[in-house]
C-alpha cells in the first residue's frame, strides 16, 4: 500500500477542522428555506381565507348596526312593543315619542307642561354595549331611550341560583322580602351567624 504523503494528511485534518462550520452554515441555509417555504404558505392561506374573513367581520359589523325591533305582531303576550325612534321632519333634538305610543298620554302632557320642546325629553345619544349600536326607541313612555334586542345584546336574566351557598331568608325577616335568595355568611373570628331586625337575610354580628 503506498504511503500518503504529509500534505495529505495535513488537508484531510483542514477539512475535518472546517467541516462543523461547514455543517451549520448548510443546516442555516436549510432553516432558512423552510422558514421561507412555512411563510410562503401562511401568506397563501391569508390570501385564500382574506376575503372570507373579511366578508365575516362585515357582516357581523353590520348585523350590530343594521337591527330593527321586533314586529310588534310577533311579540309574546305581555311583551312591550318598540318601535325605532323617528325624530320629527325638521328637529335637531330628541322630541318626545308619538302620542299613540305612548302608554299614558295624559301622565306626558303634564310631565312636559311649561317645558319647551327641546326641554322634554332627555337630550341622549346611544352608545354601544358589546360591541353593538343601541338605537332610540319609543315603548311606551313619553320619551325615547337606549335600548337594543335581546338577540342583539346577550344579557344574563336568571332569576334563580343553583348554588349550594345560597339559602332562604331569614325567618325573622319582614314581609317585603318574600321571594328573595340569601347566601350563607362565612364569618371571621370573633363574629357569628345572626340576624338584624329589618334585614331580610342572616349576617356576620359580633360574638356573645
Not at 24 to 36: G, I, P, V, Y
Not at 49 to 66: C, E, I, N, Y
Not at 149 to 171: G, M, Q, Y
Request: glycine share 6%.
Amino acid at each position: 500500500m503506498a504511503s500518503l504523503s504529509p500534505q495529505h494528511h495535513l488537508q484531510k485534518a483542514n477539512a475535518t477542522i472546517q467541516s462543523p462550520t461547514t455543517c451549520s452554515n448548510e443546516a442555516l441555509a436549510r432553516s432558512k428555506d423552510t422558514m421561507a417555504q412555512m411563510c410562503g404558505a401562511a401568506y397563501l392561506i391569508l390570501a385564500m381565507l382574506g376575503p372570507q374573513l373579511s366578508a365575516a367581520a362585515s357582516l357581523k359589523v353590520a348585523s350590530s348596526t343594521a337591527w330593527v325591533p321586533t314586529a310588534c305582531t310577533e311579540l309574546e303576550p305581555g311583551v312591550p312593543c318598540r318601535k325605532l325612534y323617528k325624530p320629527p321632519l325638521g328637529t335637531t333634538f330628541v322630541a318626545p315619542c308619538p302620542i299613540e305610543s305612548m302608554t299614558s298620554p295624559d301622565g306626558c302632557s303634564a310631565q312636559f307642561a311649561g317645558k319647551s320642546d327641546a326641554d322634554q325629553c332627555p337630550q341622549i345619544y346611544c352608545p354601544k354595549a358589546l360591541g353593538v349600536t343601541m338605537k332610540l326607541v319609543c315603548g311606551g313612555i313619553c320619551c325615547p331611550t337606549c335600548w337594543a334586542p335581546d338577540w342583539v345584546v346577550a344579557i344574563d336574566r336568571h332569576t334563580a341560583l343553583d348554588n349550594a351557598t345560597v339559602v332562604e331568608p331569614a325567618p325573622q325577616a319582614p314581609p317585603t322580602c318574600t321571594g328573595v335568595r340569601c347566601f350563607e355568611p362565612v364569618c371571621a373570628v370573633g363574629f357569628t351567624k345572626g340576624h338584624v331586625q329589618g334585614n331580610c337575610c342572616y349576617s356576620c354580628v359580633p360574638g356573645r
